[in-house]
């Protein structure tokens, strides 16, 4: 226990953070001064969502190997139900980077694990279930069972879920809102800011695919950058016009200081 207290022992220390009138850069320097401010709290929390995503990677494939499309689709549904906390909780962390909030990250990682856990358990189950389809798919498609038209179905599934997963996981930890809501205000910020939307997906499935074809050198990066890296990269490219269109920043401040003044 000795060395994960050494872990833990300054998370009642102040975060850091920057000074109220210094301009945020932008791009690549907005990532890297954001990620290098906050990394060690990014990492940590990135490799629980790391072990979180463990049983999704295992069940799934598994259920692969058998190749009948009812298991892959229950073992998805299951894995998901389990990534999501986990998932949500490092978005929470990523998205307190991005809005120069400091944190304490043990501590705001618990409260956002447990905030989240009741409305991402449903999304997490669907989104787990959706990419283990594809990946049955994709699996069907090399195996020559479908045609052309099935890789490109295969494609799009995959570039869709991408694109919305940040969108679901930003509202899953900002907002007290329902399901349907927040699934149509995924879908809606998706649309509206297309190019940027297409961008984060890219992000996200080109981490996966490079982590992929250079394994095993690769899984270095992968214990490294694990989770946080690519959807840090993610929510940057999202942020600024999910900010303008749903006025987060000021929306998040409002619903701090309510709860501030109810205490």
Known sequence: ??????????????????????????GLLRLWEVC????????????????????????VGLMQAVGALVPVVLAGALGGLIAAP????????LLRGLRDEPFYWWSTWRKAWKG??????????????????DLWAAQAFLAGQ?????????????????????????????????????????????????????????ILLGYLALISLFAPASYVVAVLGNVWLPLAAAFLMIYQPMEKILDLENQVHAAQEARRSGS
Do not use: I
């Not at 986990?86 to 962390?93: F, G, K, T, V």
């Not at 045609?147 to 490109?152: E, R, V, Y």
């Open 116 to 133: 989240s856990l009741r409305a991402c358990l449903l999304p997490g189950a669907l989104l787990g279930l959706l990419v283990a389809l």
């Open 86 to 93: 986990e998932l949500c909780a490092l978005s929470d962390l």
């Open 1 to 26: 226990m000795g060395f994960f207290n050494k872990l833990w022992e300054h998370t009642h220390q102040p975060g850091p953070g920057v000074e109220a009138d210094e301009p945020r850069k932008k």
């Open 36 to 59: 290098t401010r906050d990394l060690s709290g990014f990492f940590w929390a990135g490799l629980l969502a790391l072990l979180g995503l463990a049983p999704w990677m295992v069940l």
């Open 146 to 202: 479908m045609g052309q038209g099935g890789l490109w179905a295969v494609f799009v599934g995959l570039l869709l879920v991408a694109g919305l997963f940040p969108y679901l996981c930003a509202q899953l930890v900002l907002f007290d809102q329902s399901l349907g809501r927040t699934l149509k205000n995924s879908v809606l910020l998706f649309l509206a800011s297309l190019p940027r939307s297409l961008g984060a997906a890219a």
